[in-house]
C-alpha cells in the first residue's frame, strides 16, 4: 500500500520556468513532511519541511504549498536551474513514531537551457 | 564536521550468500535509519536504531537485520541474498528521534549492492 503518491514521475522544464511536483498522503497521521533532492551517487538530502498546520513555506526559491482538508502538498521550484536537475522526492513522517520516514516515487527533473 | 560514511560503497554477491553493510553516523547522532532503494520501489524504510535499540522496523523478511553498537555505528546484514535483493542501501543519521528540523536526518552516499 503505497501511503504517498507523487508525481510526476519526470518532468522538464525550460532554464526559468516554474517546476512543479505534487505529492498526496492517505495516513492523517502523518504531520511532518519533509521534500529530498537527491543528485546520482549520493543520498537524499532535505530541502524544504513543512507541518499541516501552515499552508505555504518558502525558502530561497524553493516553496512548499499544503492542503490539509485535501491531504496534498506539493513543491514550487521558481526560476528553475540546471543545477536544479536531480530527482526529488516527497516524504511524510508521525511525531513520535521514530525517525520513519515513508517516501513518495520520486520525480526526476531535467532543467534544460 | 565529517557526514555519514556507509562502506563498502559498492558489492557484488552471489545469490544464497551474506552480507554486512557498515554505517558511521554523524559525531553525535544517535539514531540510524536504513533505507532499501531500487528504481522499482523507491525509498524504502528497512528499520531504525537508537541507543542501540531497534525502535522501527519496515515490512522486510527476517533476512534483514540490524544492529547498532555504543557507539551508534549502525550495521545491517542481509542473509541468503536473492537476485531481488539488488538495491542502494542508504543510511541515515539524526541526532534523536523525532520529526522536525532539529532532527534532520543526514543520508549517506549508500552501498551499491549487486546480487548475481
Known amino acids: 500500500q503505497q501511503q504517498v503518491k507523487q508525481s510526476p514521475q519526470s518532468l522538464i522544464v525550460q532554464k526559468g520556468g516554474i517546476s512543479i511536483i505534487n505529492c498526496a498522503y492517505e495516513n492523517t497521521a502523518f504531520d511532518y513532511f519533509p521534500w529530498y533532492q537527491q543528485f546520482p551517487g549520493k543520498g537524499p538530502a532535505l530541502l524544504i519541511a513543512i507541518r499541516p498546520d501552515v499552508s505555504e513555506k518558502k525558502e530561497g526559491r524553493f516553496t512548499i504549498s499544503f492542503n490539509k482538508s485535501a491531504k496534498q502538498f506539493s513543491l514550487h521550484i521558481m526560476d528553475s536551474q540546471p543545477g536544479d536537475s536531480a530527482t526529488y522526492f516527497c516524504a511524510a513522517q508521525i511525531s513520535g513514531g521514530g525517525n520513519k520516514l515513508t517516501f513518495g516515487t520520486g520525480t526526476q527533473l531535467k532543467v534544460e537551457l | 564536521k565529517a557526514g555519514v560514511t556507509q562502506t563498502p560503497r559498492y558489492l557484488i554477491k552471489t545469490r544464497g550468500q551474506q552480507v554486512t553493510l557498515s554505517c558511521s553516523p554523524i559525531s553525535g547522532h544517535r539514531s540510524v535509519s536504513w533505507y532499501q532503494q531500487t528504481p522499482g520501489q523507491g525509498l524504502q524504510f528497512l528499520f531504525e536504531y537508537f541507543s542501540e535499540t531497534q525502535r522501527n522496523k519496515g515490512n522486510f523478511p527476517g533476512r534483514f537485520s540490524g544492529r547498532q553498537f555504543s557507539n551508534s555505528r549502525s550495521e545491517m546484514n542481509v542473509s541468503t541474498l536473492e537476485l531481488g535483493d539488488s538495491a542502494l542501501y542508504l543510511c541515515?543519521?539524526?541526532?534523536?528521534?523525532?520529526?522536525?528540523?532539529?532532527?534532520?536526518?543526514?543520508f549517506g552516499p549508500g552501498t551499491r549492492l549487486t546480487v548475481t
Open positions: 541515515a543519521s539524526s541526532l534523536g528521534e523525532g520529526a522536525g528540523e532539529s532532527y534532520e536526518q543526514y
